[in-house]
């Protein structure tokens, strides 16, 4: 490039002059910094609103120790690490409490085929006086073959009960020779891998209902730390 006066200007080189240099390189900066900045504003309001979301769930479950059909000890440790579906009943309940469990097993084998063993199916009995650990293997035997079933006395029982807000009419008193009836809460709970609440589902809910809604925190869960549990 040639000036005015004939001579050549030695501070161009072609178009791209020093301050045209100096110009790309600030905006290029710039922009990364903007960037950077949004992103880190956008991984922020994604932990505000997980957040919110895990304050804003009522607050189910608690410490508990209790036996499984098995005869070994479970307490809410063992709920650690997996997704799980917990159902209160009782071994002598007519037509409703194998309902729920057919359904909740239903939606677990569902579960299983698209992402494996991952979602824990969990029994607890209402009804201690007559559903000994023999009574409660003996029932979780008809439904998933992974459904643990659990046990206890009436004040360990109670106590789960309370903190998973659970109602139900066991006499404190019954004895198993006792001909009485049992009222209870129609729900089972969906816990995630850290032990928390995350929802209930009644006896209007579907399979197809379950295994949505599990699908779908499996997915956010996964997203968030790259894994199913």
């Known amino acids: 490039q040639q000036t005015a006066s004939g001579t050549r200007d030695r501070t161009a080189v072609g178009v791209f002059t020093p301050k045209a240099a100096a110009l790309f390189v600030a905006t290029g900066v710039g922009l990364f910094l903007y960037f950077r900045h949004e992103k880190a504003q956008l991984l922020e309001r994604r932990q505000k609103e997980l957040e919110d979301k895990q ?3 009522p607050k ?15 307490t ?5 690490g997996k997704w799980s579906l917990i159902y209160f009943g009782f071994t002598n309940c007519p037509d409703i409490c194998p309902e729920e469990l057919d359904k909740m097993s239903d939606a677990v084998a ?3 085929k698209e992402y ?8 607890v009995s209402v009804d201690p006086a007559r559903d000994s650990v023999k009574q409660v293997a003996k029932y979780v035997a008809d ?26 009419s066991t006499p404190p008193n019954a004895k198993a020779t006792d001909d009485y009836l049992v009222d209870h809460s ?3 709970y969906f816990m995630d891998p850290n032990g928390e609440f995350v929802d209930a589902f009644g006896k209007a809910s579907t399979v197809e209902d379950v295994v949505a809604r599990v699908e779908k925190e499996i997915n956010r869960w996964k997203e968030r730390t790259g894994s199913l549990v």
Do not use: N, W
């Open 76 to 80: 809410e440790k063992d709920l650690l």
């Open 110 to 112: 569902k579960l299983e």
């Open 55 to 57: 304050t804003g769930r």
């Open 60 to 74: 189910v479950g608690g410490p508990f120790t209790l036996t499984t059909h098995k005869g070994t000890e479970f």
């Open 186 to 188: 129609i729900f089972f």
């Open 116 to 123: 494996g063993p991952v979602v824990q199916p969990i029994f």
């Open 143 to 168: 439904f998933h073959p992974r459904l643990v079933g659990l046990t206890g006395d009436y004040q360990t029982v109670k106590s789960m009960c309370k903190a998973y807000r659970v109602y139900f």
